[in-house]
């Protein structure tokens, strides 16, 4: 086998965390035909070739207008549990162990879907996961930033009879022009509530929205900042406080951060010690799982055995799971 083929094996085989995946990116084609002819909810495509060619976006908003379209077919907790149910098959397929997936109420409490039928779909879903394949998972909430904090005020609100199945909050959707800074009195809330803290920062927009995530929204991971290595200074600050990036390749290209998957700074950012590892996103729109995302990667980046080892064991560690159920998957790589 040549050495690349045994990384490859190697990733498909390896019992694997992912920590950057929204449940609302993973609404494949297909099932959204089928909610929306059951939901009487138009759509604008004819077919599902017509849906895929209108995936070519040429940044972040140009995907979020036909992201937040595609949500419109949710309506009921069965369609949630559907769609969080396919992405497990997917973890399973992956071999996937442990998710923390990214919901974002705001996009159907506004359109009318009552805050429950989401979170008890979604929930219901995750609970199967577990019961049948021992896929355990974490449930973070999204605070939609193009938003007002008030809007965010009163979705916080709606998530605290849901603390069992909530963990944490993040901060998504439209990033520049929306800093963190403008959320900081929701996420001192959500912290006095006992929710963990993540944040959007530094996928398109500027470094200072990365400082901004760690010094005001206290956040524990940093959700893509691939933008860090333009702040010698936050790379050092980085380093130092091992904060995670999630980072998402497939996106990263699609969404047009970098212009092809060569160029992506992932090594980069390795080889300066920072907490990094590798996820997907919205993998139904940006042409790949975790695996194809760790897979191309690799080889666009050539990265060695010990660079990938290395993103998995990251990916554990960054989690939200005990530093003993960490130590034991750590254990098994
Ligand atoms: N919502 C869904 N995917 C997102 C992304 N990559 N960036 C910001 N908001 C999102
Ligand atoms: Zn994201």
């Not at 009879?161 to 403008?182: C, F, M, Q």
């Not at 191309?296 to 998995?312: D, G, P, R, Y």
Request: proline share 3%; aromatic share 10%.
């Amino acid at each position: 086998m040549s050495g690349n083929s045994n990384i490859i094996e190697y990733i498909k085989k390896t019992p694997k965390t992912e920590l950057h995946l929204h449940i609302e990116g993973t609404l494949e084609p297909n099932l959204m035909f089928e909610l929306a002819r059951k939901n009487k909810i138009s759509i604008p495509y004819k077919s599902i070739e017509e849906v895929k060619s209108a995936y070519n976006f040429n940044n972040l908003d140009s995907f979020l207008n036909i992201y937040y379209q595609g949500t419109k077919v949710l309506i009921t907790e069965q369609d949630f549990f559907d769609l969080t149910w396919a992405y497990v098959l997917k973890c399973k397929k992956d071999n996937i162990v442990h998710t923390e997936i990214f919901f974002d109420p705001q996009a159907h409490v506004d359109r009318g879907i009552d805050f429950n039928t989401v979170i008890n779909g979604i929930f219901k879903a995750l609970k199967k996961a577990k019961d049948e394949f021992n896929i355990t998972s974490n449930i973070i909430m999204c605070f939609l930033r193009h938003l007002d904090e008030d809007s965010g005020f009163k979705i916080l609100d709606k998530a605290l009879n849901h603390k069992d199945k909530i963990i944490g909050v993040g901060l998504d959707s439209s990033e520049i022009g929306n800093p963190p800074k403008k959320f900081e009195r929701l996420f001192k809330k959500a912290i006095e509530e006992g929710f963990l803290t993540v944040a959007h920062a530094g996928e398109e927009g500027p470094t200072e929205y990365i400082w901004e995530a760690i010094n005001l929204l206290k956040v524990k991971r940093i959700d893509h900042g691939v933008q860090c290595l333009k702040d010698e200074k936050l790379v050092e600050k980085l380093k130092q406080i091992q904060i995670p990036l999630t980072v998402c390749p497939l996106s990263n290209v699609k969404l047009c951060v970098f212009n092809k998957l060569e160029k992506h700074n992932l090594k980069e950012i390795l080889k300066k010690g920072l907490m990094v590892m590798v996820n997907s996103d919205d993998p139904a729109y940006f042409g790949g799982y975790l695996n194809d995302n760790l897979i191309k990667i690799q080889s666009a980046l050539n990265l060695n055995m010990n660079e990938v080892k290395t993103l998995l064991i990251n990916s554990f560690k960054s989690s939200f799971l005990s530093e003993n159920e960490k130590n034991n998957w750590i254990s098994k790589l």
